[in-house]
């Protein structure tokens, strides 16, 4: 069982940065692949990014690749975001998320945080 808290939403410019958090419960965390997944309006949740557990390895969408860096922090239960070059679509609810399936981490992860709130504005 994984429990997964988002922190680090807010308002931010175009162009601008923000850095999400996710701290996560459960003694098994390190075997979990992580990721954010994020959702606007009227849309469904959209894989965002997700990180391996086993090699480390870094997994993007188009969308973002360039721009969003993931990484995670074992030792003390974390997941990060890093945000960088804003755009007005950007505005979502991002959540963090946790499977232990490297596949079903970018697709249907078994578990997620209650979401952030990210508006990006001019």
């Known amino acids: 069982q994984v429990q997964l808290v988002e922190s680090g939403g807010g308002l931010v410019q175009v162009g601008g940065s923000l850095r999400l958090s996710c701290a996560a419960s459960?003694?098994?965390?390190?075997?979990?692949?992580m990721g954010w997944f994020r959702q606007t309006p009227g849309k469904e949740r959209e894989f965002v990014a997700a990180v391996s557990w086993i090699s480390g390895s870094t997994y993007y969408a188009d969308s973002v690749k360039g721009r969003f860096t993931i990484s995670r922090d074992n030792a003390k239960n974390t997941v990060a975001l890093q945000m960088n070059s804003l755009k007005f679509e950007d505005t979502a609810v991002f959540y963090c998320?946790?499977?232990?399936?490297?596949?079903?981490?970018?697709?249907?992860?078994?578990?997620w945080g209650q979401g952030t709130q990210v508006t990006v504005s001019s």
């Open positions: 459960g003694r098994a965390f390190s075997r979990y692949h």
């Open positions: 998320v946790a499977d232990g399936d490297i596949v079903a981490v970018t697709s249907t992860p078994r578990y």
